[in-house]
Every structure is written in C-alpha cells, then in structure tokens.
C-alpha cells in the first residue's frame, strides 16, 4: 500500500518509477493494477563483472598517469617557473639597490641638518 488517496496520484508515482527504471513493471489500466515483469538474475550475466573491470580499469589508469607525471615533470613549467623565480630576484636586486641608494641619499641629508 502506497498510502495515496487518488488513483490517478498512485498511477503517477507508479508511472514515474516504471520509466526512471525502478522497477520493471508495466501498469494494467483495465484491471488497475500493476503487473511486474520477470526479473532477471543480474548476477548470472557478465554485466556485473564487465562494469567491475571498467571500474578497475579505470583506476589502474588514473594511478598510471599520475605516476608518469611524477617521474617525468612538465620541463616547460619548471622552465617557465624558474624564469618567473629570475624575474622576481632581478626585480628584487633593483629594490635593494634603490632602497641603499636611497639610504645614502638620506644619509648625506642628514648629516646636513645636524650641522644646522
């Protein structure tokens, strides 16, 4: 027993699981009732280890890729990183520079002042 009030709210809900593959059924609009199909052993067929291999197949390929990127990097990256990690100790190095450029330019001012 659904628990439904209306036959026509049970015959959808019905419906609904027949064509979302819940249940193998068809509905008998004449008697009103539902009448089940045969269910088949699934476990008798190849379907069940068929999807188990392409699940472990799967696997055993994504644990192939990543351990082929491990072993051979992407040279062009690291190439491209250790490019960027030059650009930043050259701009780096001119920051120095201008700050201790500007620290002796700031010195010499000083010294001027405490003479006045």
Do not use: W
């Not at 990543?66 to 250790?82: G, H, S, W």
């Not at 700050?99 to 330019?105: F, I, K, R, S, T």
Request: charged content about 40%; some cysteine; hydrophobic content about 35%.
């Amino acid at each position: 027993m659904l628990g439904l009030d209306d036959v026509r709210v049970t015959e959808n809900v019905v419906a609904k699981a027949i064509r979302d593959r819940v249940i193998r059924a068809r509905i008998d609009r004449d008697r009103q009732c539902l009448v089940s199909m045969t269910q088949t052993d699934v476990y008798r067929s190849r379907e069940p280890s068929r999807m188990f291999h392409e699940r472990i197949q799967f696997c055993m390929d994504l644990h192939e890729e990543v351990v082929r990127a491990m072993r051979f990097p992407d040279t062009k990256r690291n190439e491209a990183n250790l490019e960027i990690l030059r650009e930043m100790q050259r701009d780096e190095a001119k920051i120095e520079q201008a700050l201790a450029e500007g620290a002796e330019q700031g010195e010499d001012e000083d010294d001027e002042d405490d003479i006045l």
